[in-house]
T-cell receptor, first 109, second 115 residues
Framework: AQRVTQPEKLLSVFKGAPVELKCNYS??????LFWYVQYSRQRLQLLLR??SRESIKGFTADLNKGETSFHLKKPFAQEEDSAMYYC???????????FGKGTRLSVIA | DTGVSQDPRHKITKRGQNVTFRCDPI?????LYWYRQTLGQGPEFLTY????????KSRLLSDRFSAERPKGSFSTLEIQRTEQGDSAMYLC?????????????FGSGTRLTVV
């Protein structure tokens, strides 16, 4: 069964410090991985997807199939990064996304 | 097109009443998904449609839950005989089939409170 684990419910970092939000998944094949973000009083929105290998708002994430991880990283946190972050997984057949429980990132000035 | 719309934004109902929520997806999107989110949890998949066909409904939480997408456009989610445990945020999302890698577009959700 597909499963996404985000071990940290809350992560607090100081402004300018590096950020790493952890995501581990359980899936036997080659999954598609995503990070979604929800800012205060806004709807859930796509942040980035592993297939595009892009950097959005300074965030990157690398799929590590050996460790079954897809950690989200940013070298220098900013206050506006404070939000809920959800890791999500789908299989290549485009079955519905399975989400982790989320990590709340709090960037302290 | 202003994105995915959900109505109502908030619904307070008495236990035992029936409620219906509506979702209007992005017009070009043929897939529509319903999720439920409770406090401290990530979105939990309920059901989804491709055009008017419901492709998966085994994740609906009980037979009190049902969903329709009669013309392949908007969708409704109905909960019959509501219980306090049904209190949650109900999210709708849409996407293009075969384009899962482009992600979903979510609505703002309907917050249900059962009293």
């Amino acid at each position: 069964a597909q499963r996404v684990t985000q071990p940290e419910k809350l992560l607090s970092v100081f402004k300018g410090a590096p950020v790493e939000l952890k995501c581990n998944y359980s899936y036997s094949g080659s999954p598609e991985l995503f990070w979604y973000v929800q800012y205060s009083r806004q709807r859930l929105q796509l942040l980035l997807r592993h297939i595009s290998r892009e950097s959005i708002k300074g965030f990157t994430a690398d799929l590590n199939k050996g460790e079954t991880s897809f950690h989200l990283k940013k070298p220098f946190a900013q206050e506006e990064d404070s939000a809920m972050y959800y890791c999500a997984l789908s299989d290549p057949g485009n079955t519905p996304l399975v989400f982790g429980k989320g990590t709340r990132l709090s960037v302290i000035a | 097109d202003t994105g995915v719309s959900q109505d109502p934004r908030h619904k307070i109902t008495k236990r035992g009443q029936n409620v219906t929520f509506r979702c209007d997806p992005i017009s070009e999107h043929n897939r529509l998904y319903w999720y439920r989110q409770t406090l401290g949890q990530g979105p939990e998949f309920l059901t989804y449609f491709q055009n008017e066909a419901q492709l998966e409904k085994s994740r609906l939480l009980s037979d009190r839950f049902s969903a329709e997408r009669p013309k392949g456009s908007f969708s409704t989610l109905e909960i019959q005989r509501t219980e306090q445990g049904d209190s949650a945020m109900y999210l709708c999302a849409s996407s293009l089939s075969g384009r899962g890698s482009y992600g979903y577009t979510f609505g703002s959700g309907t917050r249900l409170t059962v009293v």
